[in-house]
């Protein structure tokens, strides 16, 4: 990648945006704190559908596999998942599925003997769904739950039977969770993020978490901790741009797109700027994602518009 190219400007006319989601098919799903989501053509980019089953914002949107049929999936401030069969121009709801508190995060699990899927939330509990068929019917049970008497912000799957989650205790606790065991495996203090959409897992090997003037590195297997200091005071949002190269994106607090090469050395993980950074909105970017060919880069946030980029 040498530079990005602004391809279209997507007018949402909604409130901000907190999350989006690049569907198998290339659709683009958008999730905005006025609990709205809002479905576009990848061709023309034309809104073809709104969802609004949610009463309160959209904190994060996902899509499973393991379903066979075009879904997504939804969590909320208004502390309900809901997961959708997305049938044309149209939906139907599938499952409402309910924490105490607002919903921070569902994850369909890849790496996991026991459990399908699992989801966070202000109420400090982190749930363990299996699913099962009947008939035509697909049945999602909550299976397990860890109670950690805190709010867990973020969480990540980390490897097999594993998950990461951050608590918002002493300015962010991140805890390695043992699903089979239900055992702790380390407990890291002081751990600085931002958003939901601030961590990603690089070359199945470190977690990268953005914060406040600051990006973590943690080896997941020595759960190892360095801190690289940046100049941008809050760090919204991580992705993956190129592994091969080892090269990072990340998005700031004052609509910045940021390029970084990831050195790791034996002892230490040092980022260099690979390009110049891309001015994106006057305003915070929340979210960032790629589509599977990284081929386009999308962005959203307090600025109600979606970028979509060329990655020339």
Request: hydrophobic content about 35%; aromatic content about 12%.
């Amino acid at each position: 990648m040498k530079k990005l190219e602004l391809k279209s400007r997507i007018k949402i006319n909604s409130d901000s945006i907190l999350c989006l989601l690049i569907l198998n098919d290339s659709y683009i799903a958008v999730g905005t704190n006025d609990s709205s989501i809002k479905l576009f053509n990848p061709q023309n980019y034309n809104n073809y559908l709104t969802i609004k089953e949610h009463k309160k914002g959209i904190t994060s949107l996902a899509q499973s596999n393991k379903l066979k049929f075009k879904n997504l999936i939804s969590t909320s401030k208004d502390s309900t998942i809901i997961i959708f069969h997305l049938i044309g121009k149209s939906y139907k709801i599938i499952k409402i599925l309910e924490h105490y508190k607002k919903v921070n995060k569902f994850l369909d699990l890849k790496l996991n003997d026991t459990y399908n899927f699992c989801s966070c939330s202000d109420d400090g509990i982190l749930n363990l769904y299996n699913m099962k068929k009947e008939g035509v019917n697909f049945i999602i049970k909550n299976e397990s739950n860890f109670n950690f008497n805190d709010i867990i912000y973020n969480m990540i799957e980390t490897k097999k039977n594993e998950i990461a989650v951050v608590l918002s205790s002493n300015y962010h606790c991140l805890k390695f969770i043992d699903t089979q065991s239900k055992m702790t495996k380390k407990n890291i203090q002081k751990i600085s993020v931002i958003g939901n959409n601030s961590i990603c897992l690089f070359k199945n090997e470190y977690l990268i978490i953005g914060g406040s003037y600051m990006i973590t590195v943690i080896n997941i297997f020595n759960y190892s901790k360095q801190v690289i200091d940046t100049n941008s005071w809050k760090i919204y949002s991580i992705i993956n741009i190129n592994e091969k190269d080892n090269i990072i994106s990340f998005s700031d607090d004052e609509g910045k797109i940021f390029f970084n090469e990831i050195i790791i050395n034996e002892n230490d993980v040092n980022l260099k700027e690979k390009y110049n950074y891309i001015n994106c909105y006057s305003t915070a970017i929340f979210v960032m994602t790629f589509d599977t060919n990284y081929n386009l880069l999308i962005t959203g946030g307090v600025e109600s518009d979606i970028n979509i980029f060329n990655v020339m």
